[in-house]
């Protein structure tokens, strides 16, 4: 099945600086990779996703980058902000065919601490 | 509804009681999945249904834990005879589609004593 890995596990900045957090997954069969933000004691949130014909996507200060070749991807957070301190997901999910569709694999999370 | 409900919120239960979460997911969404949640922030996915059929068990521990998704009912999934490890956050999501964004409900917090 499916494993993702997540890093840093914790990652704490200044107001203002960029935050990177790093994931890599197993299964070239996936093809779609969300990043969630879940803060203490609420649901995760879906803060942006990227699928496998894409490089790169961009929101505002938050982008994804995707590496099919190494199977890895990426979250960069610019600008960052006291309110973005939180705990982030990344996951990856397989395609439709398989008995796994629509089943998120989450990496290991990383708290994401942002000092004003 | 327009938001995936989950109940109850909290619950407490003595080890070796059982314990039954339910969901509701968003109208019209066909897919259901559960995922728990431990204290070291890991999600677990647990189990998925296509509308009423189960389409992946394969995170389901056996022996204790059950899950139904029956027509016009909230989903619900139940562990017999709990553990102290079952402590953990659970958490249901919805999709339309398997390939569709999921949505989280607000997740219900198992603790067993």
């Known amino acids: 099945g499916e494993n993702v890995e997540q890093h840093p596990s914790t990652l704490s900045v200044q107001e203002g600086d960029s935050a990177v957090i790093k994931c890599t997954y197993s299964?070239?069969?996936?093809?779609?990779f969300p990043w969630y933000k879940q803060e203490l004691g609420k649901r995760p949130q879906l803060i942006i996703d990227?699928?496998?014909?894409?490089g790169e996507k961009k929101d505002q200060r938050i982008a994804v980058t995707l590496n099919k070749t190494a199977k890895h991807f990426s979250l960069h957070i610019t600008e960052t902000q006291p309110e973005d301190s939180a705990v982030y997901f990344c996951a990856a999910r397989g395609d439709a065919g398989g008995t796994s569709y629509g089943k998120l694999t989450f990496g290991q999370g990383t708290i994401l601490t942002v000092h004003p | 509804g327009e938001e995936v409900a989950q109940t109850p919120k909290h619950l407490v239960r003595g080890e070796g009681q059982k314990a039954k979460l339910y969901c509701a997911p968003i109208?019209?969404?066909?897919?259901v999945f559960w995922y728990q949640q431990v204290l070291k922030n890991e999600f677990k996915f647990l189990i998925s249904?296509?509308?009423?059929?189960?389409?992946?068990e394969t995170g389901m521990p056996k022996e204790r834990f059950s899950a139904k998704c029956l027509p016009n009912s909230p989903c619900s999934l139940e562990i017999q005879a709990t553990k102290l490890e079952d402590s953990a956050v659970y958490f249901c999501?919805?999709?339309?589609?398997?390939?569709?964004?999921?949505?989280f409900g607000q997740g219900t917090r198992l603790t067993v004593v």
């Open positions: 109208k019209g969404h066909s897919y």
């Open positions: 249904f296509q509308n009423e059929n189960v389409f992946d």
């Open positions: 990227i699928r496998s014909n894409v």
């Open positions: 999501a919805s999709s339309q589609y398997g390939g569709t964004e999921a949505f």
């Open positions: 299964d070239s069969a996936s093809n779609y």
